[in-house]
Every structure is written in C-alpha cells, then in structure tokens.
C-alpha cells in the first residue's frame, strides 16, 4: 500500500455518498475540520524530542492544509503540551477525547507519558499514532487501536547490544538511565539481552536526572571494569554530564545508547567538543549518512527544510522526519478511511511499505509495531551535520 505525498494530499472535495446519490453532501460533513489530538513534550526535562518531532508535523500539517486538506476538509490540531508530565498527558486525553471528539491521537511522544495516556485512551475506543520505544505501549488484545510508527525498545536495544558485543568485542558493560518510566523500562529490558549474548554487565543503575555530580557513579563502572558505558535517557543534560565525567577522567571508553546522546542540545551542554569522541547513538539508515550522501528521500526533506527556515541547531533530523511522517500518514489514512473510528483501524490494519522519510512502516491485524529491523543502526554522533550522522564504524552503506 506504497501511498505517493501527491497521493496524499490529493482528492475529491465531493463525498461517496454524494456520489452516489446525485446529490451534494451537506456543507458541514464536507466542511468540518478532521480533529486530530497532540500531545507533544515541548517543555520539561524530556523535551529535545518533542520539540524536534513537533516541527516536522507542524510543517506536514500546514503543508496538507494548505494543498486543500483532505477532500476538502482541513486538518486540525488540538496540540497539548505534556511538558514531560505524565499527569499532564493523562488531563489532557480526558480533554481530546472527551469534549474535543478528535478522530485519532498522535503521542504522547514520550514513553513515560505514554504509559499513563495509552490505557485512557484505548478506554475511550480512539485510535492512536506514538513514537514511543517501550514494548507494552503497543498490545492488539489491549490496545486494539494504537499503533507505533517508530521501533520498540527490543529493537533498539537489540541494535546498540549488537553493536557493542559484536562489533566493538566488547563484554564488560555498564548499564545506566535516569528514573522515568522510559529510562526504567530500558535498562530493565536491555540487561537481559545483553547477558543473552555473552556480555557480562558489571555496573546496572537508575539515577535522578537532575543530580549534578555522576563522577561517583562513573568511578563505580571504571572499577568494575566496565569497557562501555551504555545509557538510556532522553535528557540531554544527564547524558551531556555523562560525556563531560568521562571526558574529565581521561576514561577513554565508548559510550554507546539512546539517540539523544547525538542531539543539539546535547553537544550544547559539552565542556569540550572532543567530548564527543566515541559515542555512539541509535539512529535509523534511512536518515544517516552513508558514504557521504543521504539517503533520496532524506535529501530532499533536508532541502525543503532548509527552504523553509527550519533549522537543526537544537535538533536531529529523525526526529523532524518522524514527525513528518506521522502528519503525512495521518493524511493518507483519512484520505482513504474517512474518519470514523473503526475504519481507520480497519485501513491501518493493511498500510504494507509505506515509505516514510524516518522509516518503512508496516502493520497487520496482528502487529501493531511496524518498524523494520533492518532499518535501526547506529551512528557516529561526532560527525553530526544538518541533524544526521555517518553510520558508526563496521556498518556497510
């Protein structure tokens, strides 16, 4: 079901109904904007990847609108910020879905909000879009109308453990997150894995994220052994003080984990740009670098980015396309389902390949996680350069 962007945001203002009976539908059926609710993490402590996915769906959304809507009907965004509250998430579900009546929900975009929204939402019989990385957010049995445009935290973990076991040799490991739902639920999941593949995990932590000084916990994993470390946060400031404790010690040992290590707003928060040196970060092939060049589709979104005067200096492109993707999908399951709740799941259902800037989505009845393998890389943060990164070292372009 490979969907063209013309195709999306092309179609008739006339109804299948109308259609039918010869008759124009009436102006307020073809009229009324289709609701779509937001939940973006643009403040707070995890909210480098809201603010990075919101600009790509902002501009997918004007761009929809703009080109006529879907079959003439505009798109609206009833955006919340969670301010990476899972409380605030929660409140503003009841809003959306309650009295707003929105057609679907994208996000939140934050697992720790996630956890909270999902349940709620699933209550209320609304089909749902998130990015979010923790395994349990997507259940068919459970959650019979959320579905993930991104990758599960077993996939990603599963990428940085490869990396770190099979490509780097390395089997002592130090394991570390701040204390958010996502942060928990990774180092809880990606242990395991790792012990499965012969790696012997000597240091394992959930820290505060606001504590300031990590040397001790630092000096903990070096005597341990530990020949990486391997942290899970989407908090710049934890993950920059943990490149700026290493960096301080003369620990020349690679720091291997979640994509927020390679963000703007990370390098921001570096003492010394070397500081950046051998750390590797999740990212995705279809927007990292490989022999130079972007992949087409990448290249041409950087272009039109650049066009429209969004810049990259506090973001990364994934997070930009991701959110891209999601308006864009969005629109393509309107076009062709219209709006009614059990339509959209039924449509979404059969999406086979649809070809995305950040990925190549994929969903069936039975799964609703729709990211390839094959797709989830990692990359070298230090070559950073219009939000994208080279592939890391021993992957093949």
């Given at each position: ?23 124009p ?120 109308m ?7 935290n ?5 990428g ?22 996502y ?25 505060d ?38 960096g301080?010690m ?30 590797y ?28 005067k ?88």
């Open positions: 079901m490979s969907i063209s962007r013309r195709q999306i945001l092309a179609g008739s203002a006339v109804s299948a109904a109308a259609l039918a009976s010869g008759f539908a009436p102006a307020i059926a073809q009229n009324e904007p289709i609701k779509i609710g937001y939940l973006p993490a643009l403040t707070g402590p995890s909210s480098s990847t809201g603010v990075g996915i919101n600009r790509g769906t902002q501009l997918a959304v004007e761009l929809i609108n703009k080109e006529g809507g879907i079959k003439g009907r505009k798109i609206e965004l009833i955006s919340r910020d969670t301010q990476s509250d899972p409380t605030k998430a929660v409140n503003a579900v009841a809003e959306l879905t309650q009295r707003a009546k929105v057609s679907m929900i994208f996000g939140p975009l934050n697992s720790g909000e996630a956890l909270a929204a999902t349940p709620l939402i699933a209550r209320d019989k609304v089909p749902m879009l998130h990015p979010c990385w923790v395994d349990e957010l997507i259940d068919v049995k459970k959650y019979p959320a579905f993930r445009i991104a990758p599960t077993t996939q990603v973990g599963a940085a453990n490869y990396y770190v076991v099979d490509v780097l040799k390395l089997k002592k490991v130090a394991v570390i997150s701040d204390t958010t739902g942060g928990t639920a990774s180092v809880n999941t990606y242990v395991p894995m790792l012990k499965a593949k012969g790696a012997e995990v000597v240091y394992q932590n959930h820290i994220a606001a504590n300031p000084d990590l040397k001790p916990e630092l000096l903990r994993m070096q005597a341990a052994g530990a020949q990486a470390i391997m942290p899970w946060s989407v908090n710049a400031g934890f993950l920059s003080r943990i490149c700026n404790t290493r301080a003369g620990w020349d040992v690679p720091i291997v984990g979640q994509t927020t290590l390679g963000s703007g707003q990370t390098k921001a928060l570096l003492e010394k740009p070397e500081y950046w040196n051998k750390v970060s999740n990212n995705f092939r279809q927007v990292c670098y490989a022999n130079g060049k972007l992949p087409p589709r990448a290249q041409e979104f950087v272009d039109r980015l650049k066009a429209a969004i810049g990259f200096g506090d973001t990364l492109l994934w997070w930009v396309a991701l959110g891209w993707d999601g308006g864009t999908i969005m629109a393509d399951i309107f076009k062709n389902a219209g709006t009614k709740n059990d339509d959209v799941v039924a449509y979404m259902n059969k999406v086979k390949g649809w070809p995305g800037i950040y990925g190549t989505v994929t969903w069936t009845p039975e799964q609703h996680n729709g990211f390839p393998d094959s797709e989830v890389v990692m990359c070298e943060v230090n070559s950073l350069k219009d939000g994208a990164f080279n592939l890391a070292p021993g992957y093949s372009a």
